[in-house]
């Protein structure tokens, strides 16, 4: 199993143990937050001209710590603000949580940055949290989705001291336990039917993940890399040339994995869908300023836009 995907393991344990912590810890911010209600229609969209939608939204940005920065007010759903603190908790996280329920179903990057950018969160070290997020994006965009091994030993440090933030919290000091153990063991793959556990190899040093279990969570972690490409492709009208080559070697793991490229199939077309529309666009736009190179020149220079003197 490569190391990219072991790597996963801890964040899905410590996504997993923050689920309850977060439950109990949005509520009383909810409720200090509170503002009076009167809100019963689902229709209601998220507009500055609503009275009440502004009054949370100016809330929300109060506990904003960088407020001036990208706030992603569309994972929410704005009338659910006085009813469903997870709801709020969206407004701290990255794009793309508009359709998830609750900490269970989010991964562990939208977390992070909610303990990040909500000052309720004011306790926890920040600097371990963007420690751990930039871990988590390396992860998420490294070449043919390998990690080295020292790489690997530096992430689990990092984990770890994150955890540490969470001590008196027993379901996490579990967690980080249990995260501790693994990334300190061997591991290896076992296959149902090819006899026991190999000889002479302690259960408590040694993890044992199913195949259905490696590829469960392969099939996850490239899940999320297209979830993320798709985003990048509604925000952006041109795709740079770095994110183009991520699409690429997406395509390329895919294809050099026959059981990944079935399952995937749609996604596929998907992304060479994507890469065609993206040629097209760049052959249209070269075209256009070879048409109009005068045009190009005079916005470059705002000299050229002055009209002179009578």
Known sequence: MPNSLFATLPIRMTNNKHSSFLILELRPMWITSMIPHQMTT??????PACSLCAQWKQE???HHTNRHGDVHWGNCKPWLWPSNSWELAKAYMPRGQTN????????????????NFCDHFSSINKKKIKEVITCRNELMHSSEMKVSSLWLKEFGKKIQNLLNEFENVPEVAAAGTKIEKLLSS???VYVPGEGDQPDGLEEETEVYLTESQIHEIEMELIRQRLEEIYLLAEEQEMLSEENLHRIQMVK???KDNS???????????????????MQSQKISLGE????NPEEETNEACPLKKIKPVA
Request: hydrophobic share 40%; glycine share 4%.
């Open 259 to 277: 059981d990944l490229n079935t399952s995937f199939e749609a996604d596929l077309q998907r992304l060479e869908g994507l890469e065609k529309e």
């Open 186 to 188: 061997d591991w290896a």
């Open 60 to 62: 929300i940005l109060n």
């Open 288 to 291: 256009t300023k070879k048409e």
């Open 42 to 47: 689902k229709t209601i969209k998220f507009q």
């Open 252 to 254: 390329d793991f895919l």
């Open 100 to 115: 998830i329920s609750g900490p269970e179903e989010c991964d562990a990057v939208a977390l992070l940055n909610l303990f």
